[in-house]
C-alpha cells in the first residue's frame, strides 16, 4: 500500500539538498546554501552584528612608515 506523501516529508527532504555538509560557525547546525556558511538568516545576522561591534577583528601591526603620514595630533588650520 502507498501512503501519501507528507508535506512535511517534503520540506525536510528539499532541506537535505540545500544543505552544504559544513557546519553553521554560529551554531553548529548544518550550513544551508542559501545562507552559506550559516545555517538561517539570524545566524548570518549574529555573525554580521559581531564584526560590526568590533567582537571580531582583524589583527593588524602598525607599519612604521605609515607614522609620519598620519600624526596623533591634530594640524592646526589657518
Known sequence: MVTPANDNDNEKSAEAAEQTGKPCPICARPGLRAYRP???RRC?????GRW???TYAVPAAPDPDDEDEFP???RDRE
Open 72 to 74: 596623533h595630533e591634530p
Open 52 to 54: 560590526l561591534s568590533g
Open 44 to 48: 548570518a545576522d549574529v555573525d554580521l
Open 38 to 40: 550559516f545555517c538561517s
